[in-house]
């Protein structure tokens, strides 16, 4: 079992309360928060259980709440703005030293990846000093995903990159894999203060499915000029096997849109128009807006033009594309609930529901008064347990079972939340394999 040291390097985020326990900070220290612009300093106490108090009395668990407040601004990463009084060092600094003490005392084991928490370790700490000296990383979400063990969850990601200090822009969470992503610090705000994502609060529990997410969103576009002629539009449509093209003005600036609809009714209502008869209103929408919202103007248009983090615009999202990535998303989703049904078949024919109660509702407070209310992790305990698993009589491995079945748990839970975090690519095909392989031996 991996011990606190390695913990700390692999799955959460480091807290005020870690610098207690490591003898970095200790209650009663008292912190500082200068801005030199507005002439204000603002303080804070660490107290015995982690917190920050404020002058005020306010106590927050993460510093980035507590700069927030203090300064009474929307975004501050706490972790860069908040420095000791006695020593000068940053709490970034104190992050830091901790986790190079957490990477010291990590006892070495045999690696089962290729990307142990070590090796992670030293790469996300050569891209904090990377970013630091303004050449920070490049690379697509899908690499920077395959740096941890598949399937990993994006909130784990986040830790990891925020213990260092780290983010991406744009937000790996809301693009696709493909896209290329850059490791940096957050940002200096107005008066030189580190701004953007909060480094030390926890990201969203469920992250449904933004534009961004759809591969199309953030490839580019092709564009012609408010200046260009029909022939062009055209030449350039039938070539490209494009329905409409974006009228742009630099990259920034979205004139409208040409279509094949709007053509054929510019030059029906004027056989003589202009080629800026033909440009209809363009709608657009951020890579980072939830894709739901963005459903009725693709229901009416048929497509939305992308910006991306720089407010350029940077692709185009179709009706097609829509479809096409909900039908990647239910084939899954299809196959856990049947799944589901297979599982709680077998459940119920072998196991008594006392025999299940005892083991995932021991105190009764779920009030598991039925099968029908178990869930995929009740599933996996009541098949874990020896005795249990004895009682099925399959000449299979348990442990190597229940790994499988943990595996699409955690698969589940992204499916069943819509969450476009880094899936297994074989996600289909382990359902699958697990449903035949319950129904072949299912019914022994």
Request: proline fraction near 5%; include cysteine; hydrophobic fraction near 40%.
């Amino acid at each position: 079992m991996m011990g606190r040291s390695a913990y700390l390097l692999d799955g959460r985020r480091v807290t005020v309360m870690d610098l207690l326990d490591a003898g970095l900070l200790a209650p009663g220290d008292e912190l500082t928060f200068a801005r030199p612009r507005s002439g204000e300093t603002h303080r804070a106490i660490v107290t015995e259980s982690g917190g920050l108090a404020l002058e005020g009395g306010q106590t927050f668990r993460s510093p980035s709440s507590a700069a927030r407040v203090a300064a009474d601004i929307s975004a501050i990463d706490g972790w860069r703005a908040w420095t000791v009084a006695s020593s000068g060092q940053l709490l970034d600094s104190l992050r830091q030293r901790l986790l190079d003490q957490a990477a010291t005392e990590t006892p070495e084991e045999p690696s089962t990846t290729h990307w142990d928490p070590q090796r992670r370790y030293e790469w996300l700490k050569e891209a904090r000093t990377l970013a630091d000296a303004d050449t920070p990383i490049d690379l697509p979400v899908r690499d920077l995903a395959s740096r941890w063990e598949a399937p990993a969850s994006f909130q784990r990601i986040e830790a990891d990159l925020a213990n260092h200090g780290l983010t991406t822009q744009p937000d790996f969470r809301k693009v696709s894999q493909d896209t290329i992503v850059r490791l940096i610090t957050p940002t200096s705000g107005t008066e030189g203060e580190p701004s953007g994502p909060n480094p030390d609060d926890d990201g969203q529990l469920d992250i449904g499915l933004t534009v961004g997410n759809l591969s199309s969103a953030l490839k580019g576009v092709v564009s012609i000029s408010p200046t260009a002629t029909f022939d062009e539009a055209i030449t350039l449509m039938l070539l490209n096997g494009y329905s409409q093209l974006a009228v742009l003005a630099g990259s920034h600036n979205l004139r409208g849109a040409v279509t094949w609809q709007s053509i054929a009714y510019a030059r029906h209502a004027n056989p003589d128009a202009a080629f800026a008869d033909a440009i209809i209103r363009a709608h657009e929408a951020r890579y980072d807006q939830d894709l739901i919202e963005v459903l009725p103007d693709l229901e009416a248009w048929d497509f939305v033009f992308v910006r991306d983090d720089k407010n350029a615009i940077a692709g185009i999202v179709t009706t097609a594309d829509v479809v096409g990535t909900y039908r990647e998303l239910s084939t899954p989703f299809i196959l856990i609930g049947e799944l589901d049904q297979v599982l709680r078949k077998l459940i119920s024919r072998t196991f008594s529901l006392h025999e299940v109660q005892t083991l995932c509702d021991p105190d009764g407070k779920r009030s598991i008064d039925s099968y029908d209310k178990l869930e995929m992790g009740d599933y996996q305990r009541t098949l874990e347990n020896p005795d249990h698993w004895k009682k099925l009589g399959w000449p299979l491995d348990r442990a190597t079972f229940i790994k499988r079945l943990d595996e699409l748990r955690l698969i589940r839970n992204n499916v069943m939340h819509f969450n476009p975090e880094p899936h297994d690519p074989q996600a289909v095909q382990k359902l699958r394999f697990m449903l035949k392989l319950l129904r072949d031996f299912g019914g022994r």
